[in-house]
C-alpha cells in the first residue's frame, strides 16, 4: 500500500515539478500581455491627411459611406452591429472590428487574408459590398476633382495624388489610432494601485484557465490563428459552423473555422461579438469560450471577475478622435 | 599654332566624352546598389535565424507572448518583398538560375510562415491541456480509488503516461494513452459528476493531438534550408554584380588606354600643360581609394552579423537541450524530497510513540500491563518501519537527489564557464578545461550518436587568448565530429599535444569522414554537408577565422569513410 500511495504522490510531484518549472520560466520572461507603446512611427502631415480620407464619403460609389460609417472613431471605433452594411444598403457577412489598435494587429480582416493597412484599404475600397468604388483610377479621380487634396497630395507626398498615397495615408492616419496607458497597461509597468484587486484576481484566472494563449501580446490577441470549437464541436452552437474562416484563404482542411484571434482590447466597448457579431453580451462570449476553446467549466464568480480585468484593458482614445 | 589648338581641342573633347561616360556608369552607385540587395539578405538571415529561436522559446515555454514572434514573420515577407525588387531585378531576365533561386527562397519562406501559424495555434491549445489534463487525472484517480480499483489504474496508466510523455516526450507513452484513451469514456457510470472525467478525456485527446501536430509544424519549419537558398542566391547575385562590373571595368579601362596613348602623343607638344591633368589623376586614385575602404568595411561588418546570426542558430538548438538537461534531474529530486518528507512522517509517529511510553513510565512505573502493550505498539511500529527499510531508502533517495543538485550545478557551472559573455579580452585560458566545458556542453548531441570521448590530456597547457571563441571553436569541431558518427556509435580521442614551437590540440573522430571535395571546402563559409534545418555552412569558417585571429593553424586530415582528424596548433610563444 505504501508503495502505490507512494507512486501516487511521485506521478503527482513530477507534475508540480513540470509545473514548477514551466511557471519559475514564465516568472522569467515578462508578463505575457504588454502595454501598448505610446505612439508607432509616422509622418503627421500624411497622417493628417489620412484623417480627412477617413472621414469622407467620396471613398464610397453612391457618396453614402465613409470608413467612418463602420468605425465611429468616438464610440471605441466600431458600428455596434451584427454586420455591418456597405453601399445599398448590403449586409456583410462579418462584423466589424475596431479601428483603433487595428495597426497592432498582425494580420487584416477575420480571416487575416491581407497582410498590410495599406492592403486593406486598396482592397475595401473596391469591395462591391463595402464601398464598391469600381477601380482605383476612379477613385483617384473623384478625388482629385474635389477639395484641394491634389494640392495637398503634391505638397506632402511631393507628387501628384496616386491611389497608392491616398491608401498609404489612410494607413498613416490608423497607425496613430492607439489606446495606450490603459490602467492594466499602468499596472504592468508598475503601479499596484492602477486596477482593483478585483481585476488582479481576474487577471490570474485570465492566465490559470488558458485564456492568455491565444489573447496576449500588446493587443491581448490579434497575432494569431486560432480555429474554433478545439476542444468541442463548433457546430453544435447554432450559426458558428457555416463561416469557414480561413479555409476560403488556404484551402488547408484544418483551417476550417478558423480565425485571427481578436484583440480584447476594447472588448468591453465593443459589443456585439464574434465574427459573426451573434453574441451580444461579454458574459455569453466568456460561456462559450471556456465550453468550446478551453473545454473547462469556469465558476461564475471566475468569470466575473475575468470580466472586472476586461474593463481594466481599454486606455485612452486618441484626442482626434473624439 | 593651328596644329595645336586643333589638338588640344581633340584632348578636351575626348576628356569630356570620357568623363561624361565615366560618371553615367559611376561604379560607386553600383556598388551601393548592390550593398543595398547584400543588406537585405544579411537581414534576411538574421530574422530568419530570429525566427527559429523564438519558435524554440514559445514551444518550451520561455517566450509568453506571440508579438515577436509574429513581427518575425512579417519582416521576413517585408525584406523579401524589398529584395525582389531591389538591384537584383536586373539580373533576373538574363541568368535563369538566379531566378529560379530566389523563387525557391520564397516559396521557402512562404512555406515557413504557413507553417509557423499553424504552429503557433497548436502550441497554445496544447499548453493548456498538458498544464490542466494530469491534475484532473490525479483528482479523478483519487475519487475512483475506494470505488474501483481496476479501473482506477487505467486512469494510473494513462495519468502517468501523460506526465512521462510531457517530461520526456517519448513515443511509448504517447502509444499507451493512443492505446487507452478510447477506454475514459466507459468509466462514466462510475461517477455521480461526469462533467470532470468528460473534461479530461476531451483534454487527453486534445494532448495527443496537439503534440503531435505541434512538433510537427516545429520540425518542419526548422528543417527548410531558407539559409542555404538564401546563401546560394547570394553567391549567384555576387557573381553577376561581379562579372557586370568587370565588363564595365574593362571597357573603361580601354578607353582610358586609348586617351592616355592620345594624351601622351599630345604631351610631345605640351608636356608642361599636362601636370594638370596628372593632378586630376591623382585625385581619381584617391577617390578610389577611398571607395575600396569604405567598401571593406561594409563587408567587414555584415560578416560580423553573420557570425551573430551563426551564434544564434546554434543557442536555438542548444537551449532546448539544456532546458531538457536541468528539467530531468529537477523532476526526480523534487519527487524525492517529497518522499523523504513523507517518511520523516512514519519517524515522527515512532517518536511520538516513544515519548509516550517515556510519559507513561514517569507517571505510572508500576502499571506495567499498560506499559509493556504501549511498548509493544511502538516495537510493532519500529517493525514495520523496518519491514519497508525506511532510514536506507530515505539515505539512498537523499543520495539520489544531492547526485541530481550537482548534476545540474554542474551543467550551470559549465554553462557559465563555458559563455564568459563575450569577453573581448584576452586571458590565460587552461585548454583542458576548456575541452572539458565544452565536452558537458555538447553532451546531449554526444549522446545522441554513442560517442565514447577519449581524453588524451591531463597536463595544464596555458594559452594566452579570448577564451568564449576558442570554446566555440572546439564546439564547432566536436559537433561536427559528433555528427559525422553515425548513430550505431563510434569514438572521439581529443588529445593536447605540446610541440617545439607550438601546442597542439587534436580531434580524431571514427566518423564517415570526408571526401576530398568536402575537405577543399570546409572552411568556406555556407558551406554544409549536414541535412536539411541542422548546419548554418558557418560554423567551420568561423572557427578557421578565430584560429587565424589566434596567429594558429588548423590542419584537416580525412577519407572518406576512415574518419577525420583535426589538428589545432598555436604558437609557443602564446603558451607558458
Same mark, same amino acid.
Given at each position: 500500500m505504501l508503495g502505490v500511495t507512494l507512486f501516487l504522490r511521485q506521478t503527482y510531484k513530477i507534475g508540480l515539478s513540470i509545473g514548477c518549472f514551466l511557471m519559475s520560466q514564465a516568472a522569467l520572461s515578462a508578463e505575457p500581455i504588454l502595454p501598448i507603446p505610446s505612439s508607432l512611427p509616422h509622418d503627421p502631415d500624411k497622417a493628417a491627411l489620412g484623417k480627412l480620407l477617413f472621414s469622407d464619403v467620396r471613398l464610397s460609389k453612391d457618396n453614402s459611406l465613409s470608413c467612418e460609417s463602420c468605425h465611429f472613431l468616438d464610440r471605441a471605433g466600431v458600428d455596434f452591429l451584427d454586420q455591418s452594411r456597405g453601399v445599398n444598403g448590403q449586409l456583410n457577412k462579418r462584423n466589424s472590428p475596431t479601428v483603433y489598435n487595428s495597426a497592432l494587429n498582425f494580420r487584416q480582416l477575420w480571416d487575416g487574408r491581407i497582410d498590410s493597412l495599406d492592403d486593406q484599404v486598396r482592397v475595401v475600397v473596391k469591395n462591391p459590398k463595402v464601398m464598391g468604388m469600381d477601380s482605383w483610377e476612379e477613385t483617384t479621380q473623384k478625388l482629385k476633382e474635389t477639395d484641394n487634396y491634389a494640392e495637398q497630395f503634391q505638397n506632402?507626398?511631393?507628387?501628384?495624388?496616386n491611389s497608392q498615397d491616398i491608401q498609404h495615408a489612410i494607413a498613416e492616419y490608423e497607425r496613430t489610432l492607439l489606446t495606450p496607458n490603459s490602467p492594466f497597461d499602468r499596472y504592468l509597468k508598475g $503601479? %499596484?494601485? %492602477?486596477?482593483?484587486q478585483q481585476a488582479k484576481l481576474g487577471y490570474q484566472y485570465f492566465k490559470s484557465y488558458g485564456c492568455v494563449s491565444c489573447h496576449q501580446g500588446a493587443n491581448v490577441g490579434g497575432n494569431l490563428f486560432q480555429k474554433v470549437g478545439v476542444l468541442k464541436d463548433i457546430n453544435l452552437l447554432k450559426g458558428f459552423g457555416t463561416d469557414m474562416g480561413r479555409f476560403a484563404v488556404t484551402?488547408?482542411?484544418? $483551417?476550417?473555422?478558423?480565425?485571427k484571434v481578436p484583440s480584447l482590447r476594447l472588448a468591453v466597448l465593443t459589443p456585439p461579438y464574434f465574427h459573426n457579431g451573434s453574441v451580444r453580451t461579454l458574459r455569453e462570449a466568456i460561456d462559450i469560450m471556456t465550453e468550446f476553446q478551453l473545454g473547462r467549466q469556469v465558476p461564475d464568480a471566475h468569470k466575473d471577475a475575468i470580466i472586472e480585468f476586461l474593463k481594466t484593458l481599454p486606455g485612452d482614445l486618441p484626442k482626434g478622435g473624439k | 599654332m593651328k596644329i595645336n589648338v586643333l589638338l588640344l581641342s581633340l584632348l578636351l573633347i575626348t576628356g569630356i566624352a570620357l568623363g561624361i561616360f565615366y560618371h553615367k556608369n559611376a561604379e560607386d552607385s553600383a556598388h551601393e546598389n548592390y550593398m543595398v540587395s547584400v543588406n537585405l539578405m544579411n537581414q534576411l538571415k538574421q530574422t530568419d535565424a530570429g525566427l527559429n529561436v523564438l519558435l524554440l522559446k514559445s514551444r518550451y515555454g520561455l517566450?509568453?507572448?506571440?508579438d515577436e514572434l509574429a513581427k518575425k514573420s512579417v519582416l521576413l515577407s517585408d525584406s523579401f518583398a524589398k529584395l525582389k525588387k531591389s538591384n537584383m531585378a536586373r539580373y533576373l531576365d538574363t541568368d535563369i538560375s538566379l531566378a529560379d533561386a530566389l523563387r525557391e527562397y520564397e516559396e521557402q519562406i512562404n512555406l515557413k510562415i504557413d507553417l509557423v501559424e499553424s504552429f503557433k495555434s497548436h502550441n497554445a491549445v496544447l499548453r493548456n491541456s498538458i498544464k490542466y489534463a494530469p491534475p484532473l487525472g490525479d483528482q479523478l484517480i483519487s475519487t475512483l480509488e475506494n470505488k474501483s480499483e481496476s479501473d482506477a489504474s487505467l486512469l494510473k496508466k494513462i495519468n502517468q503516461a501523460l506526465y512521462r510523455w510531457s517530461l520526456y516526450g517519448d513515443k511509448e507513452q504517447a502509444d499507451i494513452i493512443q492505446d487507452n484513451v478510447?477506454?475514459? &469514456?466507459? &468509466?462514466?457510470?462510475? /461517477?455521480?459528476?461526469e462533467i470532470p472525467l468528460l473534461e479530461y478525456n476531451s483534454h487527453v485527446i486534445a494532448v495527443v493531438d496537439e503534440q503531435e501536430q505541434t512538433q510537427n509544424y516545429l520540425q518542419n519549419a526548422l528543417a527548410i534550408d531558407s539559409e542555404k537558398t538564401l546563401s546560394k542566391l547570394d553567391g549567384l547575385y555576387t557573381e553577376n554584380y561581379l562579372s557586370s562590373s568587370a565588363n564595365d571595368g574593362q571597357l573603361r579601362s580601354y578607353a582610358i588606354i586609348a586617351y592616355g596613348l592620345l594624351a601622351l602623343l599630345v604631351a610631345f607638344y605640351f608636356a608642361m600643360k599636362l601636370r594638370g591633368s596628372y593632378t586630376q589623376l591623382e585625385d581619381k586614385v584617391k577617390d578610389r581609394t577611398q571607395q575600396i575602404n569604405s567598401a571593406y568595411k561594409e563587408v567587414k561588418e555584415s560578416q560580423e552579423q553573420l557570425i551573430q546570426s551563426e551564434k544564434m542558430a546554434s543557442l536555438g538548438q542548444m537551449v532546448a537541450g539544456i532546458a531538457h538537461e536541468i528539467n530531468t534531474p529537477l523532476g526526480y529530486v523534487n519527487n524525492n524530497v517529497s518522499i523523504v518528507n513523507n517518511l520523516f512522517i512514519s519517524m515522527d509517529t515512532l517518536m511520538k510513540g516513544l515519548s509516550r511510553v517515556y510519559g507513561e513510565a514517569v507517571k505510572k512505573p508500576n502499571n506495567k500491563e499498560a506499559l509493556s502493550k504501549q511498548v509493544v505498539q511502538v516495537l510493532r511500529q519500529y517493525h514495520r518501519m523496518e519491514q519497508d527499510d525506511i532510514v536506507n531508502e530515505a539515505k539512498e533517495l537523499l543520495d539520489d537527489s544531492s547526485h541530481g543538485l550537482n548534476d545540474i550545478s554542474e551543467l550551470v557551472k559549465n554553462l557559465r564557464s563555458f559563455s564568459r559573455l563575450d569577453r573581448q579580452l584576452i586571458e590565460r585560458f587552461d585548454i583542458c578545461e576548456g575541452l572539458d566545458n565544452t565536452l558537458k556542453i555538447a553532451s546531449s548531441i554526444l549522446k545522441q550518436s554513442n560517442v565514447s570521448v577519449i581524453k588524451d590530456y591531463n597536463e595544464d597547457v596555458f594559452l594566452e587568448c579570448n577564451p568564449s571563441k576558442l570554446n566555440q571553436v572546439f564546439l564547432n569541431i566536436i559537433t561536427n565530429a559528433a555528427q559525422a558518427i553515425p548513430e550505431t556509435g563510434g569514438q572521439l580521442t581529443i588529445s593536447v599535444k605540446k610541440m617545439d614551437d607550438t601546442v597542439n590540440i587534436i580531434f580524431i573522430d571514427t566518423g564517415e569522414g570526408m571526401d576530398e571535395e568536402t575537405r577543399a571546402k570546409i /572552411?568556406?563559409?555556407?558551406f554544409t554537408t549536414k541535412p536539411i534545418g541542422e548546419g548554418t555552412g558557418l560554423g567551420m569558417s568561423i572557427s578557421y577565422k578565430i584560429v587565424k585571429e589566434h596567429r594558429g593553424q588548423v590542419e584537416v586530415q580525412s577519407e572518406k569513410g576512415e574518419g577525420a582528424t583535426i589538428t589545432l596548433s598555436f604558437p609557443y610563444q602564446n603558451v607558458e
Open positions: 506632402i507626398y511631393g507628387r501628384p495624388i $503601479d %499596484a494601485n %492602477a486596477i482593483n484551402g488547408n482542411e484544418w $483551417d476550417k473555422r478558423v480565425f | 517566450q509568453a507572448d506571440y478510447r477506454k475514459i &469514456l466507459d &468509466l462514466l457510470p462510475l /461517477f455521480s459528476n /572552411f568556406d563559409p555556407f
